[in-house]
């Protein structure tokens, strides 16, 4: 018996021991959870919940006041808004498909064994996305000058006769920004198909050769069904871009000729801060914003969803 106790000591120790590490473990992953958890509330919810409080304001400065709905109702009457909300879905009905299908274009053309020089062409085409958005915003402004390169270019060539105005004519000055904005976020998009790409099979590909399907058929039948959670992805998130879509129109055409290329985001800021302060209705835009990307993104998962079943 004298000899037992000393093992059941040793025993209890050693269980005691292991629950304290457990306990000391859990203290300090609870600790890094609640410390990210904090920051995520101080800087993204709280904001979030003062811009809506925000919404439901109006007044001058600090000078603000409950008014209901009142700034709601107004969204429907605003002009200068509803030609902001027509601007930036023409952006983002032409600009989005065509961004997804030529990154998964791209990225197809990419994805092949034999192609070489891959990893310099996937650099290239991915370099736009890391650029400063000004910056590039500013060359493409002198490129699309009516004494700039690209005009230089087309009449060189004997395509036009006369300088297009890309800059201060309402159509050509919404294709300068679909342009742009294609050029610069084509190759982030690509990145996610070609990581997709390349957890398929080949033996996939093989089997489907050895049937006789053609190539046309192999990304009809097997490329696009496999990555359509890629694809519904990036059809989201650049839909939600496109809807804050903000330096390029404001460094280009700066919102101009009149308000022919004025985004949402861009009226918000000059809610905010060009004209006269209206806090509380530049508020309410913004939560215009949030209610469209809600809607976009439930109509996005439910033609996926339904397409998948």
Request: glycine content about 6%; some cysteine.
């Amino acid at each position: 018996m004298k000899t037992a106790e000393p093992a059941l000591n040793q025993s209890q120790k050693a269980t005691r021991s292991r629950m304290g590490n457990r306990m000391k473990e859990s203290i300090t992953g609870w600790v890094f959870v609640g410390i990210a958890a904090a920051l995520i509330c101080i800087f993204f919810f709280y904001p979030m919940i003062q811009a809506l409080i925000l919404s439901f304001q109006t007044g001058k400065g600090m000078n603000l006041k409950f008014n209901g709905l009142d700034n709601y109702t107004r969204l429907f009457i605003d002009t200068t808004f509803i030609m902001a909300v027509k601007n930036t879905f023409i952006y983002l009905l032409f600009q989005v498909p065509l961004m997804v299908v030529l990154a998964l274009f791209i990225s197809v053309l990419l994805n092949d064994r034999n192609l070489k020089f891959k990893g310099f062409f996937r650099t290239a085409i991915f370099l736009p996305c890391i650029t400063s958005l000004v910056a590039y915003s500013v060359v493409f402004k002198y490129l699309f000058a009516p004494d700039g390169l690209v005009n230089g270019m087309l009449l060189g060539l004997h395509v036009i006769g006369t300088p297009i105005q890309w800059i201060t004519d309402p159509f050509w000055a919404k294709i300068t920004i679909i342009i742009a904005i294609t050029w610069r976020w084509t190759g982030y998009n690509m990145i996610f198909y070609l990581s997709g790409l390349q957890n398929i099979d080949s033996s996939i590909y093989e089997a489907a050769r050895i049937d006789g399907a053609s190539a046309v058929r192999q990304f009809f039948s097997i490329t696009v069904p496999l990555l359509k959670p890629i694809i519904l992805f990036t059809s989201i998130t650049s839909t939600i871009g496109t809807l804050q879509l903000f330096d390029e129109v404001v460094n280009i055409t700066k919102g101009g000729p009149g308000n022919a290329t004025t985004t949402i985001s861009q009226y918000i800021y000059n809610l905010s801060f060009k004209y006269s302060p209206d806090f509380g209705y530049a508020a309410t835009v913004s939560y215009s914003i949030v209610i469209m990307v809600i809607i976009l993104s439930f109509i996005q998962f439910k033609v996926a969803g339904e397409r998948n079943g």
